[in-house]
């Protein structure tokens, strides 16, 4: 009989994290601190929409205080710095982050920094990114973190582990080789990092005692790229065409999740692995924010 | 007949890029801009003074302006953080850096993030750090980019090679690694970082087509860790014991130069390798922040 990997359940460990998180609001508010994130979205894009609701609703559940502020799609930069100073300043706002992708007229890049860095959610701030690097407390990036978190309850420390990261993005491939490659508990990984100009992928990938595929292409990570018995970590999110779908599209992965079954020994699954981690780390971070404000 | 690796002459190359350096300082000061670079010593240490002399006599060369700024071994942290406020606002110096190490009643991570980004000659404020890993320019840490700029000017431009780094320092190992895996002229490598946790160490270093040694432990890379025609860059500098020397030691690399030299298509001597490079590049970002300033 063929083995096939085991689940890694991305939803269960995401709820014991936000039960944590839950435990550490309570005893905030005895404090008299209700900790507050703010979410900023500009435009019309319903895929930002439904993510901002997600946030918004984790907020409620955790007896979180969540503030929403929709700008319109033609709304100005000097706008969008305005809102982050006044969020930068509110006091009742411990942590927010503005969602991206934001319209053509806006720098993202000039947003970002202008956020306060003791209060950026999503550890995007080159100041945050910049301790991650050096090993100092900071702002942790959400799904590098929440990839972290899920390694680790579900028994599967990097330390010591060869970590293959496919994908070199700023928001999942570089800041998790930053927080892997660290002298700490938890990490201590000799991590690779590949990429579009990465020559004989697979023989790379095929090395990954721990596989992280962060590419955005449905699929991309064969079961041929894959070493029997490794732990695989499927970060892609992407939609694909299913007209038997009532939708007409189903949501695929970077892992062809069937034969990479058949190799590791666990695997994320998509949705329900890496997504729930992202918005609990999230929260963690504001909680962690309101905490220090205290 | 054996064959014998290249050497990569980090003085030649090094005394290119002063050359160029110093162009630019001529084009600035027809512009009534005289660079300068500023370095604070904190007490005795032998070695640092020779650092230091080493960078003001590289400003004296080039006909920049040095500053040298030498405190007691006992100074208190508000007075070299008082220092650096100064050195700030000072128009003259566009560029500094506090020597390491310090006494230990200074925390070296307060006086780093005092620092002014714009100022930070070393590339190591967080900020700084973080651009890096984000990929946006930033004041470069000066080892890494000698690095770099070795294997550029040397015909081994890293793009789609497998560069293994061993050693994970926040002023060597993972800037070098933030910087070879962006996605931009001169880097788009392949990289893995090893360190005092990585498994099978040799089975990994022996795959680089660039091997770069930065562990601090003298002739740590032997010739059975270096695959044939590798490129080797050797950041070590050690002192080891040798009564056959009037000074009583020799300065080793990390790497068994001898036995790597028969593998390697290329390696970095000790002395005379990484070293010249990285005051070659302190040089060139104080002439970059001197222009930024303008």
Known sequence: MPKIARLIDGKKIAAQIRAEVKAEVDA????????????????????????????????????????????PANATER??????????????????????????QIDENKIVKA?????????F???????????????????????????????????GKHVVIVGRS??????????????AEGANATVTICHSRTKK????????DILVAAIGVPEFVK??????????????????EDKSNPRGYRLV???????ASKKARAITPVPGGVGPMTIAMLMQNAVAAAKRAR
Chains 1, 2 share one sequence.
């Open 28 to 71: 905030l508010k005895k404090q008299g601190i209700t900790p507050g994130l703010a979410v900023v979205i500009v435009g019309d894009d319903p895929a930002s929409h439904v993510y901002v609701r997600g946030k918004a609703r984790a907020c409620d559940e955790l007896g979180m205080n969540s503030f929403v502020h929709k700008l």
């Open 79 to 104: 706008r969008v710095l305005n809102l982050v100073k006044r969020l930068n300043e509110d006091p009742k706002v411990h942590a927010f982050l503005v969602q991206s992708p934001l319209p053509k």
């Open 115 to 123: 956020i306060d860095p003791a209060k950026d959610a999503d550890g």
């Open 125 to 159: 701030h080159p100041v945050n990114v910049g301790k991650l690097l050096i090993g100092e407390p900071a702002m942790m990036p959400c799904t590098p973190h929440g990839c972290q978190e899920l390694l680790l309850r579900s028994g599967c420390n990097p330390a």
């Open 170 to 183: 700023n928001i999942v491939g570089k800041p998790l080789a930053a927080l892997l490659i660290q002298k």
């Open 201 to 208: 992928l697979a023989s790379i990938t095929k090395q990954a």
């Open 223 to 240: 079961g041929s790229m894959i070493k029997e018995g490794a732990v695989v970590i499927d970060v892609g999110v992407n939609r694909v």
């Open 253 to 259: 992965g970077d892992v062809d999740f069937k034969a």
